[in-house]
T-cell receptor
């Protein structure tokens, strides 16, 4: 009966390094979303998965950002050559029928 | 395209007074509307939703919201505010048409309940 989990909970990296953020959605949830929340800011949509496909990647800020989802379950958000402006909390959410979203605790990324 | 507007960055209300957090939306079809709350240093939690049926929706912690189609609004309300209601509130919308399930969030409204 676990909820959405995300790992790591905190990540500190140096500018220019690559990072991978992981999201484990609730079992059986077909849709998965990635958002970014900067300090004191709202939610910025990044990408949405329906099953393993991503019908909407419009929110990815640049080609340094990519995401994949395998087996209709776990998703990984990868940021290449991180920049200081990438520092934020990255949130993942899943939903079964496009209805209520269940959010994970987030990954706090700090780029030094 | 769908969008959500939360016109107030912050709302201050005295404890015990009624509170309203405003939200307006735009979708091409019929809306699914949601309110989420984010307490300090905690994740986002679902509060309530409107899918169909009664325009007045009741949710967690004594909150309610009224769907007004003519005004395209979905304001969050509570009759008597508690200090513990202080948090960041997000309105969200999804177009019910088609199979695309993207949900658009507003920018959030910080609610400060003053003792």
């Amino acid at each position: 009966g676990a909820g959405v989990s995300q790992s790591p909970s905190n990540k500190v990296t140096e500018k220019g390094k690559d990072v991978e953020l992981r999201c484990d959605p609730i079992s059986g949830h077909t849709a998965l979303y990635w958002y970014r929340q900067s300090l004191g800011q709202g939610l910025e949509f990044l990408i949405y998965f329906q099953g393993n496909s991503a019908p909407d990647k419009s929110g990815l800020p640049s080609d340094r950002f990519s995401a994949e989802r395998t087996g209709g379950s776990v998703s990984t958000l990868t940021i290449q050559r991180t920049q200081q402006e990438d520092s934020a909390v990255y949130l993942c959410a899943s939903t079964k029928g496009g209805d209520t979203q269940y959010f994970g605790p987030g990954t706090r990324l700090t780029v030094l | 395209a769908q969008s959500v507007a939360q016109p107030e960055d912050q709302v201050n209300v005295a404890e015990g007074n009624p509170l309203t957090v405003k939200c307006t939306y735009s979708v091409s079809g019929n809306p699914y509307l949601f309110w989420y709350v984010q307490y300090p240093n905690r994740g986002l939690q679902f509060l309530l939703k409107y899918i169909t049926g009664d325009n007045l929706v009741k949710g967690s912690y004594g909150f309610e919201a009224e769907f007004n189609k003519s005004q395209t609004s979905f304001h969050l309300k509570k009759p008597s505010a508690l200090v513990s209601d202080s948090a960041l509130y997000f309105c969200a919308v999804r177009d019910s048409a088609g199979g695309y399930q993207k949900v658009t969030f507003g920018t959030g409204t910080k609610l400060q309940v003053i003792p």
